[in-house]
T-cell receptor
Framework: GAVVSQHPSWVICKSGTSVKIECRSL??????MFWYRQFPKQSLMLMAT?????????EQGVEKDKFLINHASLTLSTLTVTSAHPEDSSFYIC????????????FGPGTRLTVT | DAKTTQPPSMDCAEGRAANLPCNHS???????VYWYRQIHSQGPQYIIH???NNETNEMASLIITEDRKSSTLILPHATLRDTAVYYC????????????FGTGTKLQVIP
């Protein structure tokens, strides 16, 4: 089946630094990818929709200048958490749909971000 | 997306069938019922979806009531690996639709 990967699987960074998370569709092209955030013991919250070759669409309440999304190719979307703070510590998950039909979204394994 | 209601947690003995209920009384005519699960510290996994007929695949069965206001996900022979949070979601079909997750049901499979 379709596979979505994320890199890194976990990262620890210091407050004030920026962190980039990659989301790749390994065996299919994805013109759209979704980014979610999940705090401990909570459900996934959609942050933004990443569109290849155009600007991302952010959900209400998500700071677009803080969470920079780049979808430069049909297999790669990146999420950069700029000037990270401890409250940004979370589990970040991406997903990508297969093109056409009613194919489902395939989710990546997630990236655990800890900001110290 | 229509709102769903699920019990926060359930236990199931290993080897027995796990029946996970979901209420979605405000579902509209063109919305499907989807089920995903999330094993601890992993990304969600698609399980099954349906519109109004019962569906079965290699992972589970989905039973949707005739009025479509509720459904049940059935794992026929639960294993310890099925311990996860199960999310019932109603939405329009297609992978490009946003998926809005609720709080889900934490299923604990007990040896």
């Amino acid at each position: 089946g379709a596979v979505v990967s994320q890199h890194p699987s976990w990262v620890i960074c210091k407050s004030g630094t920026s962190v980039k998370i990659e989301c790749r569709s390994l065996d299919f092209q994805a013109t759209t990818m979704f980014w979610y955030r999940q705090f401990p013991k909570q459900s996934l919250m959609l942050m933004a929709t990443s569109n290849e070759g155009s600007k991302a669409t952010y959900e209400q309440g998500v700071e677009k200048d803080k969470f920079l999304i780049n979808h430069a190719s049909l297999t790669l979307s990146t999420l950069t958490v700029t000037s990270a703070h401890p409250e940004d510590s979370s589990f970040y998950i991406c997903s990508a749909p297969l093109a056409g039909g009613s194919y489902e979204q395939y989710f990546g394994p997630g990236t655990r971000l800890t900001v110290t | 997306d229509a709102k769903t209601t699920q019990p926060p947690s359930m236990d199931c003995a290993e080897g027995r069938a796990a029946n996970l209920p979901c209420n979605h009384s405000t579902i509209s005519g063109n919305e499907y019922v989807y089920w995903y699960r999330q094993i601890h510290s992993q990304g969600p996994q698609y399980i099954i979806h349906g519109l109004k007929n019962n569906e079965t695949n290699e992972m589970a069965s989905l039973i949707i009531t005739e009025d479509r206001k509720s459904s049940t996900l059935i794992l026929p022979h639960a294993t310890l690996r099925d311990t996860a949070v199960y999310y019932c979601i109603v939405r329009l079909p297609g992978g490009y639709q946003k998926v809005t997750f609720g709080t889900g049901t934490k299923l604990q499979v007990i040896p």
